[in-house]
């Protein structure tokens, strides 16, 4: 990572972060499906540790589920330092990815087929990740507050007044 990546603490920014994994994802996600692949949501991310500008990224993408027109990407961030030495685990994030076929409309993915233990656990964490997705944004419909500024409805809210 460079200076150019940087925040205001010297660390590189979550920004830049978010951006290696976003592509990773995508990247996973089509080579799963043979289709370009679009970010629907990220279900979360987490920062574990910063990362130091020098240090060398190593993104890990795989393919935990996928949904009829979707997919589950879980993604590992580890920084190593150019000097070498052991890797750190810095970041940690589940992406839910759309395949798109050639009008831009979601087209069907194929299935995954778990080969190990390890792939089936990550399977059943990515459903129960879904379960509690639905269950939320199902609540949250029934007490819409919408974004910060906004009324609930989706549109655009005047810039706050400082």
Known sequence: MEITDSNALGKVH?????RAVDSAAG??????????CVTAAIDGLSFLEPVD??????VKARVNDVGRTSLEVGVRVEAESWRGGARRHTTSAYLLMVALDDDGRPAAV???????????????H???RR???TERL???KEHPAGPVGGDGQGERSEPAQT
Do not use: N
């Open 14 to 18: 979550g920004g830049v972060v978010m």
């Open 27 to 36: 990247t996973a996600a089509a080579r799963h499906c043979g289709r370009v």
């Open 53 to 58: 500008v020098g240090d060398i990224l190593v």
């Open 110 to 124: 194929p299935p995954l087929r778990p080969e190990t233990d390890a792939d089936r656990r990550r399977r059943e």
């Open 126 to 128: 990515a459903r129960i």
């Open 131 to 133: 379960e509690l997705r």
């Open 138 to 140: 199902r609540r949250l």
